[in-house]
């Protein structure tokens, strides 16, 4: 299975700035999502970041807050913009492989 | 349509017994359930995965079973031990009712785990 790496894995952030996690795999992959847990939730589906393209965003997401960048296959840069304290969640990275897709070990934020 | 729906919320087993977790669905299209598991500070982690055409898969202590005519597919874990306390999610893979966002994953709400020594 892929190996995922994220940065920072956690932070703490004041209300109005932006935050850019980067995710790292060691293999290239096609297919890379970008994924919220609120906390004690469920995780949310954000974006598939496409390389090479735009990301397609999910129904409630837009380009504007969570703008992503996909410059290869294998990395992939979700910001998170003018952060507001409900923004304060665990960031997911995760990548298609044949049929399963595998998580990195998340960023946790925490907005004041 | 696209929800997945997952019981208990919570769950508390002695060691040794068996954990059940159901899942429930609506979307047909779905072609791909798996189940992740969650510790604390940590990214989900794939524990098992089965595809519709199959009505149960066996890894070690983990079962998934699938009822399609039902769509409902549940997990149990056999001989419930300590480490086994995490949250597990339930998901559900395939296209929307278009036809695209083909692998984006649908999860169930999730279900805290504690096992008793």
């Known amino acids: 299975s892929a190996v995922i790496s994220q940065k920072p894995s956690r932070d703490i952030c004041q209300r109005g700035t932006s935050l850019t996690i980067q995710c790292q795999v060691d293999?290239?992959?096609?297919?890379m999502f970008w994924y919220r847990q609120q906390p004690g939730q469920s995780l949310t589906l954000i974006a598939t970041?496409?390389?090479?393209?735009?990301?397609?965003?999910e129904s409630g997401f837009v380009i504007d807050k969570f703008p992503i960048s996909r410059p290869n296959l294998t990395f992939s840069t979700l910001t998170v913009s003018n952060m507001s304290p409900e923004d304060s969640s665990i960031y997911l990275c995760?990548?298609?492989?044949?049929?399963?897709?595998?998580f990195g070990p998340g960023t946790r934020l925490t907005v004041l | 349509q696209q929800q997945v729906k997952q019981s208990p919320q919570s769950l508390i087993v002695q060691k040794g017994g068996i954990s059940i977790i159901n899942c429930a669905y609506e979307n047909t299209a779905f072609d791909y359930f798996p189940w992740y598991q969650q510790f604390p500070g940590k990214g989900p982690a794939l524990l098992i995965a089965i595809r519709p055409d199959v009505s149960e898969k066996k890894e070690g202590r983990f079962t998934i079973s699938f009822n399609k005519s039902a769509k409902q597919f549940s997990l149990h874990i056999m001989d419930s031990q300590p480490g086994d306390s995490a949250t597990y999610f339930c998901?559900?893979?395939?296209?929307?009712?278009?036809?695209?966002?083909?692998?984006?994953?649908?999860f169930g709400q999730g279900t805290i785990l504690t096992v008793h020594p």
């Open positions: 970041a496409n390389q090479g393209s735009e990301a397609t965003y």
């Open positions: 995760s990548v298609g492989q044949g049929s399963t897709q595998y």
């Open positions: 998901a559900a893979r395939g296209s929307d009712a278009g036809g695209t966002s083909y692998g984006k994953l649908t």
């Open positions: 293999s290239q992959v096609t297919m």
